[in-house]
């Protein structure tokens, strides 16, 4: 009976639901004025509910109702994410007009599976993807679905808005079976939950209305520092048949090392293979590099995300006798070779790729996504998954960030290296030959260091000298490049390369009568202005720290002289960076040298359109140009 009853209310509401939308329950208009300023889309409702009913299980309810405004917005598109710890039940669909009226229901065919990873993987992380496409503005799209939880490490965080989005409503509930199970932080909000205990449950609720978009800027700081959220995370919870905890980070690192104890045993025969390549290195850094670089010659990288997988390790036998591992496998292998040779080192968990990701000291939220090694002895990080990387060098997707190194004492936050300008480097050397036509000669050899040289590190590994030169013509400035020679030296052992060439350049200088316009910087301008802002909102972050010098001389062609040319010294000195210019005049040669140092930091938002400014200057200074005019014949 009691059923039977249950079953007639939810059919009850279920039609109410939908004459409320045929009545124009989401139509457009009833949308307040103020939210849709600077709005892409408007999130009309967003419900989303966490059932904890165990440290083994969660269930998530998720329901968003947002009304799109143009093709800016991706709202209509959803992705669920799944493995074999989250399984995902029916996701439903529905389409409104900018009245309210229900058009279409989402197809079981419009609902695509992919796989998260494309090329070497062993995996079970997949994606649900469904898009629903309306032609014509402004329309409303709701979807819903369910996720359970089974042993799983990570509670879903509560994202409120993302750029350019306003919201209506949207609320978080979350009902824990016990009081010490949950715990949360908000992160750019002092929205906190109500509490309320019922039935022995903990329950809480967060809900937020009529919140304006947040419109993106330029140069300002990460989401995370500007997008109101709040993080979830279990204080205790299992992973397969591992239990562990997140009540602070030094526990988490100590559940992430047993998780992998154990698994440093390499077979005999490779230990006296290690020892026999370190047999005549004199010091530690010597037996690293000679380890590391035995590691990128005999190993390749193939991802593995298979359960318990995504985060314990294969053994180091497992890698020895295959040839082939993940970060987390690669990182402990050559962890296993050091400690054959007694030096220690220890894996360290990061966020690979931008670094727009939130690491807090008092609070555990892993975000992580890859596996490095860290030899605090030496000041040493080996990035393991490369093959091209030199020792001691991350690399710019994985500098200057908060990352969790663990060993048996637990886990700690530590940073990775920043590089500085002094390191990333770009050292320019050019000789223009010009003749009267315009056309020139050119010489070139061009030093890149640090993260500057990274691009070129990987064009070189991975295609073909043709490629090569194609790609090189393609990114170039230089109009009507024709390539006679063109070379591309990769340091092993340093984050170097050398990039050397020589060149015919047709019309690089433009003819006008008797008078030839040549650019004086074509080959490594600055020309990045940020866009103009009528109020400045957030903090100006700049993250570039580069240090660029370029001489290039310009061998005038028989029978031209200068007849202008810009003034001969520059000198820009300012908190965002520095900028020198020097031309130098000889009969017939003009050398043209060039210093932009760009330094990193955080600056207010009153000083925006100072960068802008410093910028602006450098753009102009950087396309200014030599005029030569064809001498008059002596009587």
Not at 167 to 195: F, G, R
Not at 298 to 319: K, P
Not at 536 to 554: G, M, N, W
Request: with cysteine; glycine share 4%.
């Amino acid at each position: 009976m009691e059923k039977s009853i249950l079953t007639t209310l939810l059919i009850v509401l279920s039609v109410a639901t939908n004459l409320l939308a045929q009545n124009g329950q989401y139509a457009t208009s009833t949308i307040a004025p103020e939210l849709l300023v600077d709005a892409n889309a408007v999130i009309r409702n967003q419900q989303t509910r966490l059932e904890i009913t165990s440290v083994d299980k969660a269930i998530y309810h998720y329901k968003r109702v947002v009304t799109l405004f143009n093709e800016k917005s991706r709202a209509n598109e959803l992705r669920v994410f799944y493995d074999s710890f989250r399984k995902v039940g029916k996701i439903r669909g529905k389409m409104y007009d900018a009245s309210g009226k229900v058009i279409r229901d989402l197809a079981k065919s419009e609902i695509k599976d992919y796989s998260h990873y494309e090329k070497d993987a062993i995996y079970d992380d997949r994606i649900k993807y469904a898009k629903m496409n309306h032609n014509s503005y402004p329309y409303t799209i709701e979807y819903e679905y369910k996720v359970t939880y089974n042993k799983h490490m990570f509670y879903p965080d509560w994202s409120i808005q993302n750029f350019s989005a306003s919201v209506e409503k949207s609320s978080l509930e979350v009902i824990a079976y016990d009081a010490d199970q949950l715990s949360y932080k908000s992160i750019n909000t002092n929205l906190e939950p109500k509490i309320s205990n019922e039935k022995n449950q903990t329950i809480y609720y967060w809900e937020i209305l009529n919140q304006p978009a947040i419109k993106k800027e330029a140069l300002a700081p990460s989401s995370d520092e500007i997008l109101p959220m709040v993080l979830l995370t279990p204080k205790s919870f299992t992973l397969g048949v591992y239990k562990g905890d997140s009540k602070s980070w030094n526990s988490f690192g100590a559940f992430m090392h047993r998780l992998n104890l154990g698994r440093d045993k390499l077979p005999k025969a490779m230990k006296n293979e290690v020892q026999s390549l370190v047999a005549d290195a004199k010091t530690d850094r010597e037996k690293i590099d000679i380890l590391y670089k035995y590691l990128q010659k005999n190993t390749r990288y193939v991802s593995v995300q298979l359960g318990v997988g995504g985060w314990q390790t294969f053994d180091a036998s497992y890698v020895n006798k295959n040839k082939y591992g993940d970060c987390k496998a690669l990182t402990n292998y050559m962890q296993s070779m050091l400690k054959e040779v007694g030096i220690t080192s220890y894996p360290v968990l990061i966020k690979n790729g931008e670094p727009d990701y939130l690491v807090l000291d008092d609070f555990v939220s892993p975000q992580f996504n890859h596996v490095i090694l860290s030899i605090p002895s030496e000041d040493y990080w080996l990035e393991c998954t490369s093959s091209s990387k030199p020792p001691n060098f991350l690399g710019s997707s994985n500098e200057n960030r908060k990352v969790l190194r663990y060993s048996e004492k637990g886990g700690e936050i530590v940073k990775t290296p920043d590089y500085k300008a002094e390191v990333n480097q770009e050292k320019n050397k050019a000789v223009f030959t010009l003749t009267e036509t315009g056309d020139a000669h050119l010489k070139n050899e061009i030093l890149f260091t640090g993260t500057q040289q990274e691009s070129l590190r990987e064009l070189q590994r991975e295609t073909t000298k043709e490629k090569q030169e194609e790609l090189f013509i393609e990114n170039e400035n230089l109009p009507s490049l024709s390539l006679n020679t063109f070379e591309i030296e990769v340091s092993e052992n340093k984050p170097e390369v050398t990039l050397t060439l020589d060149a015919d350049v047709r019309k690089y200088a433009s003819k006008g009568g008797k008078r030839l316009f040549v650019p004086l910087n074509i080959i490594n301008p600055a020309t990045y202005v940020p866009p103009s802002l009528e109020k400045r909102q957030y903090p100006i972050l700049l993250k570039s720290d580069i240090l660029d010098e370029d001489e290039i001389v310009f061998n005038l062609p028989e029978g031209y002289e200068v007849e202008s040319m810009p003034e001969p010294k520059f000198s820009l000195e300012t908190d965002f960076g520095s900028y020198q210019v020097q031309i130098e005049q000889e009969e017939k040669k003009i050398t043209y040298t060039r210093q932009l140092k760009l330094t990193p930091g955080r600056y207010p938002a009153e000083r925006y359109e100072e960068y802008r400014n410093f910028r602006k200057e450098i753009a102009s200074r950087d396309s200014t140009k030599l005029v030569l005019v064809k001498k008059k014949p002596r009587p």
